[in-house]
Every structure is written in structure tokens, then in C-alpha cells.
């Protein structure tokens, strides 16, 4: 299967910025749809962002105009930038990724998450 890795994660004071990267393994795989998420304590997992083939996206209405969603189809790598963040925003980071493989050894859809990264706000 298609593997993913997050890096971009860390201690942030409130007001400041992070940008998180999601990597997808593998140089012959086509993405459909590259989406950040996130788990926060005692809440369920959201949709933060995504980005779709067509680069159309979309985000949760409590990050709009502070995060940016953004993909390098080369470097099969998803990018969101975080602004203006606040202790709200606090939680691990997963990336999502679907698309199709077209190796020799896992040709055929595939749909992957990554291990996350954590994100800490401070106040």
C-alpha cells in the first residue's frame, strides 16, 4: 500500500503559524484527493482541508481563511499551511490520501492514512 508521512508538527504559541507536510510513497501512483484531518481530545475526528485532483478545495468552516491547502502532484506531496492559529486548533494532524496504483505489485485503488503529526497550541 501506498505509505504516507506527516512532518510540520510541533509547540505553538497562539497567533503563530505551522506548515504541515503529507509525502505519498511511490513514483507511479495517480492521487484523487489529498485531505487533512484532525483528532483533538475528547472530540472526533474532523475534516480540516482537502484538495482534489482538479486542485478545487475545501475546508472546515472553523479554519477558513486561516489554513491553506496546497499539493505538489510531482512530489506527491499535500502541504497545509496554518496561520493565525488558536489553542482550538490543538490536535494530531492526519493526512488522508486516495488515488490509484500502478505498480506492478499494487496496481488498483488505494486509500491511505498516515500516522499524524502532533499540533499544540498555546496560550
Known amino acids: 500500500q501506498v505509505q504516507l508521512e506527516e512532518s510540520g508538527g510541533g509547540l505553538v504559541q497562539a497567533g503563530g503559524s505551522l506548515r504541515l507536510s503529507c509525502v505519498a510513497s511511490?513514483?507511479?501512483?495517480?492521487?484523487?484527493?489529498m485531505e487533512w484531518y484532525r483528532q483533538a481530545p475528547e472530540n472526533q475526528r474532523e475534516l480540516v482541508a482537502g484538495i482534489s485532483r482538479d486542485d478545487s478545495t475545501n475546508y472546515a468552516d472553523s479554519v477558513k481563511g486561516r489554513f491553506t491547502i496546497s499539493r505538489d502532484n510531482a512530489l506527491n506531496t499535500v502541504y497545509l499551511q496554518m496561520n493565525s492559529l488558536k489553542t482550538d486548533d490543538t490536535g494530531v494532524y492526519l493526512c488522508h490520501v486516495r488515488g490509484t496504483d500502478y505498480s506492478r505489485f499494487f496496481h488498483g485503488p488505494f486509500d491511505s492514512w498516515g500516522q499524524g503529526t502532533q499540533v499544540t497550541v498555546s496560550s
Open positions: 511511490g513514483n507511479q501512483i495517480s492521487i484523487n484527493a
